[in-house]
Each structure stands twice: as C-alpha cells, then as structure tokens.
C-alpha cells in the first residue's frame, strides 16, 4: 500500500469530479481508505428526522471524503506540484 502524502493542513485542488478545479484545505485524511476530506468540496446534504415530537426534522450539509488520487498539492506560493516535489520535513 502506497504512504498517504496528503496531510490535514494542506492545500490542495481538485483534478476530477463535480468540483474540478476548486481548491480547499483537507480537514481530515483517511490513509488507510486513502482519502481525504476537503473543506467546501464534495458538499452533501442529509436530511435528519425529529428526535422528539413536536420538533422539526432538519437538513445538514458536509463535506464527503475524496479519492486521494482525485487531488493535487498546492505550494504555498499558489503553484501546482507533483507529489515527488513536496518538501522533505
């Protein structure tokens, strides 16, 4: 299994989907699914039901993970790069 390279912090665009082209920050990765979920990106809505009577269902919107391989590094300079050009820590 290949290492994860995208870390919780980073900036990244999207490169296919429904939201091509957009950037955002990951807020959270999943190595081991080898995904990634990216602020405003992938925006789903589910619908919840009324816990108790009398009150009223609602509807919330959150951000589903991506394919790791769905997403490109951004540096901080705003320039696309491979995952062979991020910087060794």
């Known amino acids: 299994m ?3 390279l995208i870390k919780k912090g980073d900036t990244v ?3 296919a989907g429904k939201d091509k082209g957009k950037t955002g920050k ?3 990765s999943f190595p081991k699914l080898n995904r990634v979920v990216v602020e405003g990106i992938n925006v789903c809505k ?3 039901r009324a816990r108790r009577s009398g ?3 609602q509807t919330v919107e959150f951000s589903m993970p991506l394919h790791a391989s769905n997403v490109m590094l951004i540096d ?3 320039k696309k790069m491979r995952h062979d ?3 060794k820590a």
């Open 2 to 4: 290949a290492k994860l």
């Open 13 to 15: 665009a999207v490169t």
């Open 26 to 28: 990951v807020m959270q």
């Open 46 to 48: 589910r619908h919840l």
């Open 55 to 57: 009150e009223k269902g």
């Open 76 to 78: 901080p300079s705003g």
């Open 85 to 87: 050009d991020r910087p």
